[in-house]
C-alpha cells in the first residue's frame, strides 16, 4: 500500500468534511468508475479498483481528517491504486523487451553522425495543426490506439506527466527511474507517439 | 565553429528540446540553442507544433468527458455497498 503521505494525521476537527460510507457507492462510484478507465482504459480493472478503493478507505477511515471532501479523499487513494499498477506493469520482463522493440523501431528516426531527422522519418503536417483535433473522433481515436501501443513504462511516464500533472521528482520515485532517464523516456515517448500518429493519419 | 555545426544540424536534441521546453522550461542557454536550431529548421519546427498539440489532447482527452456514459451496473453497485455495510458492522 502506498499511502504513506496521509502518515502525520491528527483526527477529524470540527467543522471539517464529513464523511458518510453508507452513500458512498451511490455517490461516488461512477466518479471513481470513470476516473479508473480513463486512466486504464479496462473496464474489469477500473470496476476492481473502485471496490478496493472503498474497501481500502474503510481501513482507514479513521486517518481521514476533513481537509479535503470525501471525494477527494477517496480519488487519492484511487490515485495510487492506478500508479501502482502502472508501477507492475512496467516492472519486470515485460519492461525491458517492449522498450527494445520501440528503440529499434525510432533507431532509425535521426542520422547517426550528425542527429538530422532521416527523410523517411520527417513529420510533415497532420492538417491538423490549427484546427480543433478534440473535434474529429478518428484522429482521437488513432491517437488512443498509439498511445497503447508504447512500452508500459514510457506510457506510465507519459500518463503520468501529462494526464496528472505530476512532478518530476514523484514520478521518478514512483517509477523508479532516475531524473535523466526521465528526460530520455519523455523524448522517446514523444517521438514514437507522432511517428504513430503520422503513420496512421495518412 | 564545431559548436554551432552542431545546433544547426542536430535535430535529436532539438527535439528533446522541445519537450523540455513544455515540462520545465529551459535555461538560457538552452532557449537560444533552441531557437537558432528552429529559424533554421523547418521540420523541426513542424515536430514542435504537433508535439505541443499532442499533449494539449492528451490533457483534454483525460479531463473530457470521454468515459462520461460509463456507468458501473446496479447490480454490482448493490453489491458493493452491502459489502461495505457488511464492513461497518464488524467494526
Redo the contacts between chains.
Sequence with gaps: MHMSSDSNTTGTLPGANTINPHQWVEMYADYLYTYALTRLNDEEQARDLVQETFLAALERIDKFEGKSSERTWLTAILKHKIIDIYRKKSSGFAKRTDIADAEQEQADFFDHDNGHWNAPYRPHLFGMEEKDPMANKEFISILQRCMQKLPSLWLAVFTMKHMEDESTDIICSELKVTPSNFWVIIHRAKINLRACLQKNWF | MNAIK?II?????A??LI??KQ??GLTFRENIKLKIHLIGCS??R??Q???I??????????H?N???N???DDH??KE??E???E??KK?
Excluded at chain 2, 544540424?9 to 536534441?13: G, L, Q, V
Excluded at chain 2, 498539440?53 to 483525460?62: A, D, G, H, P, S
Design positions: 552542431n544540424y542536430n535535430c535529436k536534441e527535439t528533446l519537450e523540455k515540462i520545465s521540420v523541426c513542424v515536430f507544433q504537433q508535439s498539440l499532442i499533449n494539449r489532447m492528451v490533457k483534454q482527452l483525460f473530457s470521454q468515459h462520461s460509463a456507468k458501473l454490482f453497485k458493493l455497498q459489502q461495505i455495510e464492513k461497518l467494526e
